[in-house]
């Protein structure tokens, strides 16, 4: 309600005798309160409000107004311009604009007829941002003294930020400074609006209520949580005739049951309509998934016009785990969790529905917050109230508090920086390794920021970046790598078949309880450093796009296995005369040899020999038309490991005396012979691959492909031309092989 002040000013001035004017009079109704806040519209791309004004006068009289800017010697100071024409019982109403400003304003009136006869607003009034925040328990913790045990960070602007709470008791407004900060995490909040927007003011309206749920709040039959006391919440904190220009939502606990149908249960409450476009008339039945429904007496347009309120959607927040798990979503026997599959299944939902064509009261998805701490060490060995942000550490509800500021900035665009999410990767082709990466910044974690010592290896899947699964396993080595996070097979090499995910279930990447809690594993998970103020980094999305994260690596080509007895193969035809240069290439995967060599490829009696050596690097001898050692014995670098594909080729050229070695398609050694031979190879032995001409120095391992050629190109790669032979898999195909010796591939 605006009540009327008794600022009235009548205007009588001396005149000479005869007939004149008659005096004017204007009064001004003051505002509910000193210092009272209109948003500017930051959701809609403006920085000004209307202000409503209204008082009495003379009828008949037009009434103009202003807006006198009262800390910056009047820079911001708007126009006197016509707001309305006193009506005949002597009452009037109109509104100004006035623009987002780092001042205080104070309402001005006058007569246009009489610009002497001027009257003030007792109250001031700001220009800046009103935010309603919505939720339960969770964002209600910013406001809790009980959970109230760290020191409050400063403060530097005490006019900036009033917060106004009571949505379960009495509505009240309180200024956040030093001397009244309300608790550490207010405190936090409001220091990050101020560091992000210096010099503008916010009001903060938690309509937050403890364990309630949405449909508890639409319900008049359910008394878990009132509309009405909402409502006069809302009312208490509108009271002048401003509106929320921000209502920022992230409410997944309670109402994560409904899982997929996230969406089609809650849309009705914010749009008035059904996720099929079908208008709702409150009070209503809203009806979602499979036969289920929920009584709403109320909606939000009750309270909101979207011709002036946008919603902000954040989160889904983390949610962590409450017993030792297999994966994301399983316990460690094998069981569903459900809460974190609902979890998982409610983020998606929620998307879905952010992307239907009537969403249109609803600005960009922001920051999902999953970098603070949930609960606390019960000093037992266990680990207590993991569904809430903790209040004795600056990283819980303070943290919480920050990442929330930060979530309403970035998606008003009031921050200059996108949401960090995974929209780039990389299959490496050998299937060695997957990097994603953030087009918003590197890639970092908390700890590493801060440059705090690693996790550790005392559980499986503590890697340096956690969070990430492959194939519905935890990830056990994900590392940072140039801004870049890379993920490493948990076995052997990728393949076409694999897939990779970030963010599956709470979102936590957690699996052991308690000691991920104690490890604190938050800290692995990814962030961003966009300059968010008051935190290391914000965190990368959870739920990639599959699109992006979707394994480009060809499906795999048949391959075989050999065994300490065969087989190997080998040419009955010696090399033909005048040969001079030699191309071998194939695609491996094996374990090192732990005390001997492996043949990959060879010419018999040392021709031309390319060994696997235990440390990963190639042996190489290679001889001329004559027997004479053009190599001998020569270690080429090449550092290859057990488990993973690779491409090997290997040309030797007798007339340019050189060998060149290229590994997955990279050129990585050019060694000049030793010696200066007759420029072709013997033609009295034969080329074979896998081992020696008797067996001897038999490969063990993988192998999709062997090929040889009598050329080579100057690059390294293998020549164009049809190969003189090739060896395939499956192994009924290699095994049928003319060359093939020894016993049978599998």
Same mark, same amino acid.
């Given at each position: ?45 403006? %920085? ?73 607003? %007792? ?67 409001? %220091? ?42 809302? #009312? ?275 699996? %052991? ?38 394994? /480009? ?11 300490? /007895? ?137 192998? #999709? ?42």
């Amino acid at each position: 309600m605006i009540s009327l002040s008794a600022v009235t000013l009548y205007l009588n001035p001396k005149r000479a005798s005869g007939p004149g004017p008659a005096p004017g009079a204007v009064s001004l109704a003051a505002f509910s309160r000193d210092r009272t806040l209109f948003d500017s519209g930051a959701g809609f791309d403006l %920085a000004m409000a209307d202000i409503p004004l209204s008082g009495t006068g003379t009828a008949g009289e037009v009434v103009q107004a202003r807006a006198v800017s009262l800390d910056d010697g009047g820079a911001t100071t708007t126009a006197w311009v016509d707001v309305a024409t006193v009506d005949g019982g002597g009452t009037w109403a109109g509104a100004i604009t006035a623009p987002r400003s780092s001042s205080w304003f104070r309402p001005e009136v006058r007569l246009k007829t009489q610009p002497a006869v001027t009257a003030q607003g %007792a109250n001031r009034f700001g220009v800046g941002h009103v935010i309603a925040i919505w939720g339960q328990s969770e964002p209600d913790r910013i406001l809790s003294a009980f959970y109230d045990n760290t020191p409050a960070p400063a403060v530097t602007d005490p006019e900036a930020v009033q917060v106004f709470d009571g949505a379960a008791t009495t509505p009240a407004r309180h200024f956040i400074t030093d001397a009244q900060p309300l608790t550490a995490a207010v405190a936090a909040m409001a %220091a990050t609006f101020i560091a992000e927007r210096p010099g503008e003011k916010f009001a903060v309206i938690f309509q937050t209520v403890p364990g309630s749920d949405p449909r508890g709040l639409v319900n008049d039959g359910d008394l878990t949580r009132n509309w009405a006391d909402d409502k006069a919440l809302h #009312e208490f904190a509108t009271a002048d005739g401003q509106h929320v220009g921000l209502a920022a939502i992230s409410w997944f606990a309670s109402p994560g049951s409904f899982g997929l149908s996230y969406g089609e249960a809650m849309f009705p409450l914010f749009a008035g309509q059904t996720t099929a476009g079908v208008p709702i008339t409150f009070p209503a039945t809203i009806s979602y998934g499979t036969g289920l429904s929920y009584q709403a007496d109320h909606w939000f347009g009750e309270l909101y016009d979207y011709t002036r309120t946008r919603w902000v959607p954040y989160g889904p927040h983390r949610f962590d785990i409450d017993a030792d798990m297999r994966d994301a979503t399983h316990y460690a026997n094998g069981s569903q969790q459900f809460n974190l599959v609902n979890k998982e299944a409610v983020r998606q939902s929620w998307r879905d529905m952010l992307a239907l064509p009537a969403a249109t009261m609803f600005l960009p998805l922001s920051i999902e917050p999953v970098t603070y701490v949930n609960g606390y060490d019960d000093g037992a060995g266990g680990w207590s109230d993991f569904a809430h942000p903790a209040g004795n550490s600056a990283d819980g509800t303070s943290a919480s508090a920050r990442l929330t500021a930060h979530a309403v900035l970035q998606s008003a665009g009031l921050s200059g920086w996108s949401a960090p999410e995974f929209d780039a990767c990389l299959w490496e082709p050998s299937g060695a390794w997957v990097e994603v990466w953030s087009s918003a910044g590197p890639v970092t974690t908390t700890r590493l920021a801060r440059a705090e010592a690693p996790i550790g290896t005392a559980q499986a899947h503590w890697t340096e970046a956690m969070g990430f699964q492959i194939n519905g396993l935890p990830a056990r080595n994900a590392q940072i790598v140039a801004g870049r996070v890379r993920i490493f097979p948990n076995g052997g090499s990728f393949t076409h078949a694999d897939a990779i995910q970030y963010g599956e279930g709470g979102a936590t990447g957690m699996i %052991a309880f308690p000691e991920d809690f104690f490890a604190e594993t938050w800290k692995n998970l990814p962030i961003v450093d966009v300059g968010a103020a008051g935190l290391n980094g914000v965190p990368v999305r959870p739920l990639a796009d599959p699109a992006v994260l979707a394994n /480009t690596l060809p499906a795999a080509a048949p391959s075989f296995t050999t065994s300490a /007895t065969g087989p190997y193969f080998l040419n009955p035809i010696n090399v033909p005369a005048g040969v001079s240069a030699i191309t071998f290439a194939g695609r491996f995967r094996f374990s090192l040899p732990t005390n001997t060599t492996y043949i990959l490829f060879s010419q018999t009696s040392t021709g031309f020999d390319v060994e696997l050596m235990n440390t990963g690097n190639l042996r190489v001898t290679i001889e001329d038309g004559t027997g004479a050692k053009m190599l001998s014995s020569s270690i080429i670098s090449t550092a290859l490991v057990s488990g993973v594909w690779y491409d090997i080729v290997c040309s030797a050229d007798q007339v340019a005396n050189v060998l060149r070695v290229a590994i997955n398609g990279t050129l990585v050694a050019t060694v000049p012979f030793t010696a200066t031979g007759n420029g072709l190879f013997q033609s009295s032995r034969a080329i074979g691959f896998l081992g020696r001409n008797t067996g001897t120095l038999q490969y063990l391992g993988d192998v #999709e492909y062997l090929r040889a050629w009598y050329s080579a190109t100057t690059t390294g790669a293998p020549p164009a031309a049809t190969p003189f032979k090739e060896i395939l898999g499956p192994a009924t195909v290699a095994n049928a092989d003319l060359w093939k010796l020894g016993a049978d591939a599998v």
